[in-house]
């Protein structure tokens, strides 16, 4: 590898962003070699600029960013020192970008494959019906199904795991020879997200392009890369071969993000006593789309229940039904053995207060408009009546219990707040009800690992303290191996298979629950490799969508 | 050289608007603190202007009889008298003081305008929050109605109105209000249906909320910046139709000082080349800009962070 020739050189790269009438930095001198055809992996939290340096690769600065300082030397080019007309040439071409979110980043008004020729007919390297010619053979490569017909959708009519490879297989139209991937499979389910690193995997080494792969999710990038770096808030950590990185991190940092995945909370026998809440043989329909189908499961105080599945597999309409924003078509809520009101309209404030709920989306689930006392005290004014002196002691205790300081946080709008610090203000929220009932969506599925974890950590340590039952919903197994007394596995809007955690860890399983299980990365560079060979070998689908 | 003497004359005039603003700015700053003068530091020279003639408009209307030379009404000179130093802008068709008139129509125009806006604003956005909070039938049947009214030309449906309810002020402010509130009550469901499909309304309806709790402390705080910068616009447009109408004789009668009427009164005078019956326009379009220029910065300010 080393023997080859560098490709994209990157020396003492400066940027800075613009926060009022200050240029504020955001990478602080990164140095960085790419040889044709190798993948780097740059890791690290939000806010480490890890997809600001990746942009930079391309010569591109964000609105609000301006690259101060360095140099940017791609194949001989310094793309700091050329023209726009020089960079446009290149982009697309010869350097290619692969988006988070490819719903986001393709234009829904244009079928897939009007976007797909636009870069190799624009760029003269091809004509119209030798770039369809092309699109079709790459999306085969891809393994999308129907090659031929699938360019011919709109970005709406196709899943989000085929939309990522069709972007891929653009990002590839050109045949560039630099690909840069931000965090391409983050938003993507762990069952979808095989094929989608799968398909990555095998088209970069057939082509020998060089890739940057940026990701927060470490197993990820362990079967990804050649070399990993670490990015820590705009500085390098530390950067080695894939295989001494995973086996000897040396900085301090590094093992922190290798262990972030150790938190387990103490096991519980099986519950004793009667079940806080009860679905009881729940069907729900959204008109005439049936989303759920006959679920019953049981929430206990002091426990947790895990709802896992893909999107789309009911979870969180199990939440809406729970909650009494959706009412079922069949079967009832039970709390506390009573049969709770279908519709929130006509529940009890009481039995509204006793069910809370912590979101998916801190940014949409907080007020923006409303500072953290307003957004804190209402509840506890609402429900518990406390006014003025009280209630102000209240929130400031309610900070206190989520580790904010109080006096510096009490005024401060949501905007004002990091995404972890929001997400606590919203556990602080369901708290102020002095709930016995939590419902969990996705809490910590938008957050970063180690942010994460502190979320876990501190929802556990809050359960045992106020004896709290939640529900918590989510795709990530290894959330669920963290947290989780109890699992309910759904697929399709049926319940698969539940029962307590360690059972539910151990074989045999489910057919689903095994592909769910064996889907989840594990830091083991060789781990992909080895779980498509078993799959092949034993005919298991290569994932749920096939 | 005609034309080279008018963009000396503009030249000028753009210099000393900046010179006034940034004067205006200096004072307002030295005599507020806290926020409010953290705010005005940091405020546009445009906005600074804005606030300068909407203030020396607000003296004028406030302290009309203290400044005006002549009554409002009184017949003091003869017929289309010219600029003298006794009447400074001359006299109107009737013999009347055109620089008192224009004084007065400060207050009549300006101050009918603002209850105008004020009440369309109340009752578009009231209705309009409220057909996307609640939703369903009440939606369904206010927003039909709004399209039947909107439908219907506006200056033609005022006119109508007008002459089934008759001209006096109230009915005036009413009519235009009610007209105006329909365009007020699309925007603000238009804004307001994007925030009422946010998690934390979700999570104050699960809460248990009453309608007027949800609306006025969960919606209106996120839906406040369009609604200020329409108000702004709609001020204008409720200004140029109450013009607009007293030119056609509908609004503001006779023998009130109104700048739309005192357009259409004098209006003769152009033709020989005065131009006196311009100078209430002239007022009718600076404020125009001045409140723009107000609107266009408190929607910055509102569109950014607290800081």
């Known amino acids: 590898m080393a023997d080859r020739e560098v490709l994209l050189n990157i020396r003492g790269l400066k940027i800075e962003g613009k926060s009022g009438d200050d240029w504020l930095p955001i990478v602080n001198g990164v140095n960085l070699t790419l040889r044709k055809g190798e993948v780097l992996g740059l890791i690290g939290e939000s806010g480490a600029g890890k997809s600001t340096i990746g942009l930079a690769a391309m010569g591109f600065a964000r609105d609000g960013c301006r690259i101060s300082d360095g140099v940017i030397d791609f194949d001989g080019i310094d793309l700091r020192a050329a023209s726009q007309e020089q960079l446009r040439r290149l982009r697309g071409k010869r350097i290619a970008y692969v988006a988070q979110s490819a719903a986001a980043s393709f234009n829904p008004a244009h079928k897939l494959m009007d976007q797909y020729c636009e870069a190799p007919v624009r760029h003269g390297v091809m004509s119209r019906s030798q770039a369809e010619k092309d699109a079709v053979e790459l999306y085969r490569k891809m393994q999308l199904p129907d090659p031929e ?53 095998d088209i970069v080494e057939q082509f020998g392009t060089a890739a940057i792969y940026i990701t927060h999710d470490l197993a990820v990038v362990a079967q990804m890369a050649d070399r990993i770096k670490i990015l820590l808030r705009g500085d390098e950590v530390e950067e080695a071969d894939t295989e001494t990185m995973l086996a000897a ?48 499961f049981d929430i206990h105080a002091r426990r947790t229940v895990a709802v896992v599945g893909e999107s789309g597999s009911g979870k969180s309409t199990a939440a809406r039904v729970l909650t009494g924003l959706l009412p079922p078509s069949r079967g009832e809520v039970l709390f506390d053995g009573e049969a709770l009101p279908p519709d929130y309209r006509s529940r009890t404030r009481e039995q509204l207060r006793h069910a809370q709920m912590i979101y998916q989306m801190a940014d949409t689930a907080l007020n923006p408009k409303l500072t953290l006392r307003k957004i804190i005290g209402r509840p506890a004014a609402m429900y518990l009546g406390l006014r003025g002196r009280a209630l102000t002691e209240r929130v400031r205790e309610l900070l206190r219990l989520i580790e904010l300081e109080p006096d510096e946080y009490i005024d401060r709008l949501p905007s ?119 799959r092949t070998r034993k005919g298991l689908p290569q994932s749920a969508d096939q | 050289m005609t034309l080279l003497m008018f963009f000396v004359w503009l030249a000028v005039v753009i210099a000393v608007s900046i010179a006034l603003a940034w004067g205006f700015r200096a004072v307002a700053t030295a005599v ?176 248990g909320e009453g309608l007027v709790y949800l609306i006025t402390r969960e919606i209106l705080p996120n839906v406040t910046a369009p609604l200020v910068a329409e108000f702004g616009l709609r001020f204008c447009f409720v200004f140029l139709s109450i013009s607009a109408l007293s030119f056609l004789g509908l609004g503001i009668q006779p023998p009130t000082a109104d700048w739309g009427s005192m357009v259409r009164e004098n209006a003769t005078l152009i033709t020989f080349g005065d131009i006196t ?31």
């Not at chain 2, 004084?103 to 105008?116: E, H, L, Q, S």
């Open chain 2, 277 to 307: 019956p311009l100078l209430p326009a002239g007022a009718i379009a600076l404020l125009t800009v001045a409140v723009n220029f107000v609107v266009d910065w408190q929607l910055y300010r509102a569109s950014g962070l607290k800081e």
């Open chain 1, 416 to 534: 004002e707040l990091s995404g972890g610090q929001k997400q606590r203000i919203g556990i602080a929220r369901a708290l102020a009800a002095e709930p016995r009932f939590i419902i969990c969506d996705e809490v910590t599925s938008a957050l970063d690992q180690i942010v994460a974890e502190g979320i876990l950590r501190l929802l556990d340590k809050l359960q045992s303290e106020f004896s709290l039952a939640y529900m918590f919903i989510t795709h990530d197994l290894a959330t669920v191996r963290a947290i989780a007394d109890d699992v309910v596995v759904m697929q399709k809007g049926k319940v698969v298979e539940q029962g307590p955690k360690p059972e539910m860890f151990n074989p045999p399983h489910e057919p689903y629950t095994e592909l769910l299980l064996s889907s989840v990365p594990e830091m083991d560079p060789d781990w992909l490799t080895r779980l498509l060979e078993e």
């Open chain 1, 149 to 201: 017909g699938i360019g011919f959708r709109f970005p709406h009519q196709v899943s989000g795991g085929q939309l990522q490879r069709a972007m891929t297989a653009m990002a590839m139209s050109c045949r560039p020879d630099l690909i840069i991937f931000d965090e391409p499979t983050t938003a993507l389910d762990v069952t979808t997200q095989i094929e989608v690193l799968a398909a990555i995997r």
């Open chain 1, 249 to 296: 991190p040396k900085h301090d940092y590094t093992k922190s993000l290798w262990a972030v995945r150790s938190f387990q909370r103490a096991e519980q026998g099986a519950a004793t006593d009667k079940p806080v809440v009860s679905l009881r043989n729940i069907s729900a329909a959204y008109g005439p789309v049936k989303v759920l189908d006959n679920i019953s």
């Open chain 2, 32 to 207: 507020t603190q806290g926020e409010m003068q953290r705010a005005l530091r940091n405020a546009p020279l445009t906005a600074a202007f804005g606030m300068l003639v909407i203030f020396v408009y607000l003296v004028v209307a406030i302290l009309a009889p203290m400044i005006a030379p002549f009554p409002e009404r009184e017949v003091v000179g003869s017929q289309f008298m010219p600029w003298s130093a006794e009447h400074w802008l001359g006299t109107d068709a009737l013999g009347r003081d055109m620089f008192s008139r224009m004084i007065y129509g400060t207050r009549n125009t300006v101050g009918i305008a603002f209850a105008t806006t004020a009440l369309a604003f109340l009752i578009g956005s009231v209705f309009g929050l409220l057909a996307a909070t609640v939703g369903g039938w009440l939606d369904q049947g206010l927003s039909r109605l709004v399209d039947v009214m909107m439908a219907i030309p506006s200056l033609i449906f005022a006119l109508l109105l007008l002459t089934i309810f008759g001209t006096s002020v109230i009915t005036l402010i009413m009519v235009i209000a009610v007209i105006d509130s329909t365009r007020v009550f699309r925007l603000s469901r238009a804004v307001a249906e994007g925030v009422v499909v946010m998690d934390y309304i979700e999570a104050a309806r699960l809460r």
